[in-house]
């Protein structure tokens, strides 16, 4: 791996790096005197040409995204971050709002300053307690000396920022969702279009993004797309924070750039696979397609390679499972949560999701045949691209890669005396 | 019996819900304050918060019922939250979890009769790297084992 300077990391060591003392110390607030140089316009560009993808699963263009604000509306435009991290298997915004919540109030006023926006609003899970006091402080810091409020550093441009913390559901990570959420609503997702770049929160265009993504954002203004571009894979600039859990030796998170085999990533940063060889990979999050271990081996840690491999690079962190798993146990782990989390308003997704997880339970039970299994996946096909978000998806992907890759880890359950019941008594 | 505000955190309300260009949107947060000011959110407090809020009553129901962490009946003064998800599970959660009910004689929804403590299973709390894990309360407890766990709680117990 070429050398590189950590970008998303690079405080997570340092003492006090949290606060602001300690994060002017180490060059923070610095492609701020940048910025207010550029035009609105150029700061699109510049992140437009980094290439920089959104990290919060989908990978959308982000410098692309902020190109969809219209300007003309006489409306207020906000930010609002997506600080949900509840994907399973995901759990590194964790520490970069925790060891760096300045980083992401500099990426924030970037993004704000693009896109004209004078208020934004952090959204982040309930669970994360310390998190939001971290954050509120270093907002209150950051408010006294300047980096916020009116007329920021002199350049006239003013901004505000709150947090608006969550309370326990996943589904207000879906974009759409958190915007209910932010209103006082059920995180019930919203029929797109309109696409919440035009109508957002309060009606008015909203721009939302991904902790890292927006994090990212002040390296690309301070160093220049160029050199952003010039890390990484051509489709995956950049560094990103990838994450291990699961059957691991070593379990964790390392920054580095895209593009690391990934069998070197679990074997020089995971030390390898706990308890036996290794059997499954999911590797961004629950929601993308499991990969078996032969699948595995020519996988590289960037968007095009899991893309390539049928699966979705998600949020960069992989959960691994040994020869020992049983596939249909952690499936019903996966059936259970899906169902739980629906928000209920689609059919496909709230009848979808539980009847996966009724039928995977009949199967674990011992009473159930093939006939379930195939039915487990014409449901699946049910449930795909027919709801409002892609929750539904989320765990038909699974289902079907779970079944064509693993079955015999579903067969063994089924009842082998498959007699069918006469329709009449004699 | 009709629960109220104290006049100081309807003036903390009032600086949280400057933040919104609509006073609803603050409904999340005024939740929270009626969960830290009156224990849980019980009828009589969901009333107060949409007083509050300036919402009907269902409309603060339909909210706060809509999310796992608003409590809608008193929890234990140690609130016990699991995470059961994929790689807490992987981990060893279900064995963590079994020693717990064991100990306490508690099931999933159910509080101690002494008040002491209370265990709900949640979804993934993003502490997968190091699973299993829970929070107690609001505090993330990790690396969880059957022993660590039994420690912990002795310890809450005395006290």
């Known amino acids: ?426 | 019996m009709k629960v109220e505000f104290k006049p100081e955190v309807k003036k903390e309300f009032e600086a949280i819900a400057a933040r919104y260009p609509v006073r609803r949107a603050a409904l999340l947060p005024a939740l929270w304050l009626a969960q830290r000011e009156f224990g849980f959110i019980s009828t009589e407090a969901l009333k107060a918060t949409a007083d509050l809020v300036g919402c009907s009553p269902a409309q603060a129901m339909e909210t706060a019922s809509f999310y796992t962490m608003y409590q809608k009946q008193k929890p234990g003064k140690y609130h016990l939250q699991f995470c059961q998800t994929i790689s807490c599970l992987l981990n060893g959660a279900e064995d963590v979890r079994a020693a717990v009910e064991k100990k306490l004689n508690l099931k999933d929804g159910q509080t101690t009769a002494d008040g002491q403590f209370s265990l709900q299973g949640v979804e993934c709390l993003a502490s997968c790297h190091t699973a299993p894990c829970m929070r107690i309360n609001d505090e993330y407890h990790e690396n969880l084992t059957v022993e660590k766990i039994n420690q912990i709680i002795d310890e809450l117990k005395a006290k």
């Not at chain 1, 797109?192 to 390296?219: E, H, M, R």
């Not at chain 1, 992989?318 to 209920?344: P, Q, R, W």
């Open chain 1, 1 to 426: 791996m070429a050398d590189f300077e950590p970008q998303l990391t690079k405080r997570f060591n340092v003492k006090d790096g949290h606060t602001l003392k300690g994060y002017l110390a180490t060059g923070g607030y610095e492609s701020l005197k940048k910025l207010f140089t550029m035009k609105p316009t150029e700061v699109i560009e510049e992140v437009k040409a980094s290439n920089l993808k959104g990290r919060g699963g989908a990978g959308f263009p982000t410098g692309m995204k902020w190109s969809f604000v219209p300007q003309n509306t006489g409306k207020p435009i906000y930010l609002a971050v997506n600080a949900d991290e509840g994907e399973p298997g995901t759990f590194t915004d964790r520490y970069m709002l925790f060891n760096d919540p300045h980083l992401l109030l500099e990426g924030i006023i970037c993004a704000c300053f693009a896109i004209n926006s004078h208020t934004a609003y952090i959204y982040v899970r309930g669970e994360f307690y310390e998190q939001i006091q971290r954050l509120n402080a270093a907002i209150d810091e950051a408010k006294k000396a300047n980096y916020l409020g009116k007329n920021i550093q002199g350049s006239g441009f003013d901004l505000e920022i709150y947090v608006h913390r969550g309370a326990g559901a996943y589904i207000c990570g879906e974009e759409t969702g958190l915007l209910e959420s932010l209103e006082g609503k059920p995180g019930k997702p919203r029929i797109k279009p309109p696409f919440p770049a035009v109508v957002g929160l309060f009606g008015c265009p909203t721009i939302i993004n991904n902790v890292k993504t927006l994090c990212s954002v002040p390296w690309i203004i301070a160093n220049g797309a160029k050199a952003y571009a010039a890390l990484g894979t051509q489709e995956s600039p950049g560094t990103h924070v990838f994450g291990l859990s699961g059957h691991v030796n070593q379990t964790g998170y390392w920054e580095m750039p895209f593009g690391m085999p990934f069998m070197d990533f679990l074997n020089n940063y995971g030390k390898g696979v706990k308890g036996g060889k290794l059997k499954a990979v999911i590797p961004g999050g629950s929601s993308c397609p499991v990969l078996t271990a032969q699948e595995c081996e020519d996988l590289t840690l960037s968007y095009e390679s899991m893309k390539a491999h049928g699966t979705m690079f998600g949020t960069g962190c992989g959960i691994i499972m040994n020869e020992h798993t049983d596939m249909a146990k952690v499936l019903k782990n996966l059936t259970h949560f899906y169902s739980h989390e629906s928000c209920g308003q689609c059919t496909p997704c709230r009848e979808g999701t539980a009847w996966e997880d009724r039928l995977l339970k009949k199967i674990l039970n011992g009473e159930a045949t093939a006939k379930e299994l195939d039915l487990m996946l014409e449901v699946a096909d049910n449930m795909e691209g027919k709801t409002i978000c892609v929750l539904s998806s989320a765990l038909a992907m699974p289902v079907r890669s779970f079944l064509k890759k693993f079955r015999g880890d579903f067969e063994k359950y089924l009842v082998k005396n498959t007699v069918a019941v006469p329709e009449k008594v004699q």
